[in-house]
């Protein structure tokens, strides 16, 4: 089965306004938290433990209208019966899901807890180790359409949480993206391949079109190829497009050459 791969280099909020309605089946979406520290904070034991990151960075305004305007661009870009995930910390979950609530073909299915076993202490021994992220899965249930759900597959997932072969829990624990996932560069907040592929198996079928508009090292793009997707990632960061040429070809040697995905780079041009 052949698959097709496009990573567009762009700002999403402009690309996402050139891709059709109703043209994908999932959206995977691992935004700017809005949670990086112009001065970030050091420890003798790494470089930097707090996000520094110039595209993480927002005026509390100018987060808000981001956020509003990228989801309703993909929300309009999502089929009907299609699925939205949003990951997020407790710096931008809260607003994410304010604005999904005002959507009236819009129904979050489940938030989910992603555990990590292995996070970072706090070293300000003033807070609790924050040791979650959060994750809304929502669908876009307009003309009666209902979303898909993997049921039975989903009770293959094996964690320290889940049993495999019972029905699995909204609490996923999965460490921090392993050193063997990092190989192609690096990239500040890379997400674990197993995190992906739980989204992407759970609401998905082969064939079907995964879009990420921050597609960052590529995760979303190298889990769906790896899984039979087709996708689509928008990265506005030059920087990254090498880890993601990298991740993406890789894996090709493993396929048959008739059935050999196609792999497009592209830098968005604005019409105007
Ligand atoms: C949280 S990271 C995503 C990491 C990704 N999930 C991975 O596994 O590598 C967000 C990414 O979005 C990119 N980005 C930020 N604002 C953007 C925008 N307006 N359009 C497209 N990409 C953007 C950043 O450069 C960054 O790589």
């Given at each position: 089965m052949k698959t097709t791969h496009k990573i567009i280099n762009g700002d999403a909020l402009e690309v996402l306004k050139t891709l059709p309605d109703g043209s994908v089946d999932l959206i995977f979406a691992d935004p700017?938290?809005?949670?990086?520290?112009?001065k970030g904070l050091g420890w003798k034991y790494s470089k930097h433990i707090t996000m520094q990151e110039d595209w993480d960075i927002f005026s509390k305004d100018d987060y808000f209208k981001f956020n509003k305007q990228w989801i309703n661009e993909a929300l309009r870009v999502l089929k009907h019966g299609g699925s939205l995930w949003i990951s997020g910390s407790f710096h931008n979950i809260y607003q994410v899901g304010f604005i999904l609530q005002?959507?009236?073909?819009?129904?979050?299915n489940n938030s989910i807890v992603w555990f990590k076993p292995n996070a970072q202490p706090?070293?300000?021994?003033?807070?609790?180790?924050?040791?979650t992220e959060h994750l809304i899965w929502a669908s876009k249930?307009?003309?009666?359409k209902k979303w898909k759900f993997n049921y039975e597959w989903t009770k293959s997932i094996e964690d320290q949480i889940n049993n495999k072969g019972?029905?699995?829990?909204?609490v996923w624990a999965i460490p921090l993206t392993p050193k063997k996932e990092k190989w192609a560069g690096v990239h500040p907040t890379q997400k674990p391949e197993e995190l992906l592929r739980r989204i992407i198996m759970s609401c998905t079928d082969k064939e079907d079109t995964v879009l990420d508009p921050f597609v960052g090292s590529g995760t979303t793009s190298a889990v769906a190829k790896e899984l039979g997707r087709n996708s689509i990632g928008i990265e506005k960061?030059?920087?990254?497009l090498k880890i993601i040429r990298k991740r993406l070809n890789t894996?090709?040697?493993?396929?048959d050459i008739i059935n050999q995905p196609e792999i497009m780079f592209e830098k968005f041009k604005s019409k105007t």
């Open positions: 700017p938290y809005n949670m990086s520290k112009k005002h959507y009236n073909d819009v129904k979050i706090n070293i300000t021994c003033r807070l609790f180790t924050e040791s249930n307009g003309n009666k019972k029905q699995t829990r909204n960061d030059k920087k990254y894996s090709q040697k493993t396929l």
